[in-house]
């Protein structure tokens, strides 16, 4: 919406999000890890485990912009997967959004076998 309307509630859609993502990660469930590639931060990756439902979901993940490219991100997944699988799950689950900056995000979760279960639109209209 940031992009389209400009800021939202008068703050950008990071100070939104940032509060989201850290409630996220305190989470029992919340599996979470940092790729350090010298002594810099490269990455960081994050799975939620639904032992009730054996579903492994993949969570809030990225690479930064000095380390898009290396391999990084496949190496991720792979770890994520290795959880999934080390905690017995059935099932791996991932939302990622249907947009420009999350081609690259798309292309390696298919890389890793994930495919297209359904999809939707989120529509808003100014008022």
């Not at 579903?55 to 993940?61: A, K, L, Q, W």
């Not at 912009?65 to 994520?80: C, F």
Request: proline share 2%; aromatic share 12%; net charge negative.
């Amino acid at each position: 919406m940031e992009k389209q309307y400009g800021v939202v509630g008068g703050r950008p859609w990071a100070y939104w999000l940032s509060n989201s993502i850290l409630e996220y990660f305190r989470a029992d469930e919340c599996r979470s890890f940092v790729v350090e590639k010298n002594g810099e931060v490269a990455a960081f990756y994050s799975y939620v485990i639904d032992k009730a439902r054996s579903v492994g979901t993949v969570g809030y993940n990225g690479v930064a912009k000095g380390h898009q490219g290396t391999g990084i991100g496949s190496l991720m997944m792979d770890r994520v997967m290795d959880g999934f699988r080390s905690e017995e799950m059935e099932y791996a689950t991932v939302l990622v959004a249907d947009n420009e900056e999350h081609v690259p995000a798309l292309r390696n979760y298919e890389k890793h076998g994930f495919h297209r279960l359904t999809g939707y639109h989120e529509l808003v209209q100014k008022l």
